[in-house]
């Protein structure tokens, strides 16, 4: 699966990854300074965020950083990791592949009833910790 720009002949929002044929990138959700996310489809339906992180040293810290962290929590407040792949060459991307979140994340949470209180936040995260 290859990051990249998207071809001219291809049709607006929709974007076949090269090497992983079944998944389909629909659009980006977001920007931020090491990597965007876009939305995606596998064969069989499945929403995906599709995490593309940029060619630099400290983005492919970030990459290494968040899939080990991923591989190693089990948690049902912690999204699962479906794949990753490593870039093998300069113009190719650090790429993690996750379930979508439809309903969001603790961020999102936060923007849209304010402040969580103490047992909701240590019910949320305390295991994680």
Known sequence: MRGGRRSSN????VQKMKKRPGITKTRELAVGCSARVCLG???QGRLLALKYFKNSQSSRRAFIRERN???RVRHPNVIDLVESEEAKSLGEKNILVMPYAVNGDCLDLVMRVG???E???RTLLG???
């Open 10 to 13: 291809t049709p607006l929002g």
């Open 41 to 43: 489809k596998d064969c």
């Open 69 to 71: 962290a991923l591989r």
């Open 115 to 117: 402040k969580l209180p």
């Open 119 to 121: 047992d909701v936040v």
């Open 127 to 129: 295991p994680i910790l």
